[in-house]
């Protein structure tokens, strides 16, 4: 190899390594809003905290729902999202470890959301009470390679709650799960490993600024390349 291909090769691999190690783009979203300066970690508004790499919405850890004398049982819940889940379930791009997850009534759960991914991850439940959980929802996002945690009291009733990642897609390709209370009432449908999609999903590539980067990396290097071996 001729020592100017050298360069280029490793300029190219360094730009796209610098590309894949920039920060997520909400990593300065937090003092955008807050141009007056606010906390520099996190702030904390009633159910709702946020900070550049997460955010929970909802929280609750000590309003009962109306049906419950008691909490009955803490539980501990650590999800982990990102792609390399969704190896397990043909034809999804994202998945949690876990689609399922069941608590007794009552229990006060904490949910810890671990993201192996560099995108924005979540975990959302729909269908609380709203008298207790504006839209009935609970809410974790963790944006980027970190971990967040919230809190929530489920009621009594036995039912099965929708989990899911409400980034655009997520859902469609995989992030969807449920969350049992007392054994649940049924199982929900497209649940990866769990129950069949109502309507199949239409595969396609997703093309994002990683991806696009590698396929004109690799590009590039294959033209480099055949030119240096025709130039021989
Ligand atoms: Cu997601």
Redesign the pocket.
Known sequence: MSAALVVVLAAMLATSAAAQDAPPEAAHADHAEHPHGGHEHGEDMGGMEMNAQRTVMNQNTDRLPRDCTAISQDVNLTVH?GKAYAAAFPGTM?AYDAHEWDVPACARVTVSLVNDDH????WMVHGLPRYLYPEGMFHLEVSGKSQGSGTFIVPSAKKTYLVH?D?PQ?AEKG?KAQLKVAGGDGDLPSIPGISAPVEPDAYSTRWDAGAIALAAVAGLAGLVLSLAALRR
């Open positions: 999202a994202y995108v924005r991850h979540q990642c980034v997520h992030m």
